[in-house]
């Protein structure tokens, strides 16, 4: 046999996994910005993260989408096997604003499917200067940064949980009915993306169990509850007219 006809033979290559032949890698590369045909690797496309409750998401909408800020120079979300996802933000300086940045977060939020919504409180802004795992074509090691800020990542967790007193958090036994509902609304609507009515049934609209322990943990981070809310309190109020100031332990 001749040796350029053994180098093409289908012995040697690989299974094609398209209707062309051709093989998909899975890999994405980003087009060099002045000069054509030159790319450089990005990321997986299957680097999905499996949440506690077997949903899935691919993180890269998040993280893509903050890596665009300048103020931004690496994004890795976190969550793999927990009950909702996080994300650790490594700015490019000392000075940045945590408020543009939740900001665009809400946007990208927006068009994510609920599971997939990261809470204000889970985003973890790393200090200027320190440095995250990279593999050797230079993209950041998710469950290695996971463990390498696994104290910062407990923090936050604790935050949205509502096991760490604020100051600037709201005293619920000082709030009328009006204001409840109020931030009852714009919890709702953070999470499910959309503004209910208020005697809206909130099963009748499509809220599911896992949305309801969203809200649940997104109300206790707005007030100093010294028990947590019960974990049906979601389920019993059912719309927002429903909440009650003492469906709000102080």
């Keep these: 046999m001749h040796l350029a006809h053994a180098l093409v033979s289908p012995i040697f290559q690989g299974k094609g996994n398209r209707p062309d032949g051709s093989f ?19 990321t997986r496309n299957d680097s999905t993260i499996v949440l506690l409750n077997g949903k899935k ?23 793999q096997n927990q009950e909702s996802p996080g994300v650790l933000v490594f700015p490019t300086s000392s000075g940045i604003d945590a408020n543009f940045v939740i900001g665009s977060l ?11 919504r990261i809470a204000p ?71 499910v993306g959309r503004k209910f009515e208020p005697d809206e049934d909130f099963f009748m609209s499509g809220v599911d169990s896992i949305m309801t322990a969203t809200i ?17 309190a979601v389920f019993e109020q059912r719309t927002i007219q429903g909440f009650d100031i003492c469906c709000v332990p102080n």
């Design 121 to 191: 409180e889970l985003v973890v802004f790393i200090e200027h200067g320190r440095d995250w795992p990279k593999s050797s074509k230079g993209t950041a090691l998710r469950s290695q940064a996971e463990k390498i800020f696994w104290k910062e990542i407990e923090c936050a967790r604790k935050r949205h949980e509502g096991g760490e007193a604020n100051g600037s958090r709201e005293d619920a036994t000082k709030l009328d009915a009006g204001e409840l509902e109020l931030i009852v609304a714009q919890t709702l609507e953070s999470v």
């Design 24 to 42: 998909a890698t899975s890999d994405i590369f980003l087009p060099h910005p002045t000069l054509p045909q030159l790319y450089k690797y990005f």
């Design 57 to 79: 998401f691919n993180p890269m909408q998040i993280e893509d989408g903050l890596r665009r800020l300048d103020m931004i120079e690496e994004v890795i979300v976190f969550g």
């Design 106 to 116: 809400h946007e990208i939020n927006s068009k994510l499917p609920a599971h997939a």
């Design 216 to 232: 649940r943990k997104m109300l206790m981070s707005r007030f100093n509850p010294k028990n947590p809310l019960p974990t049906n």
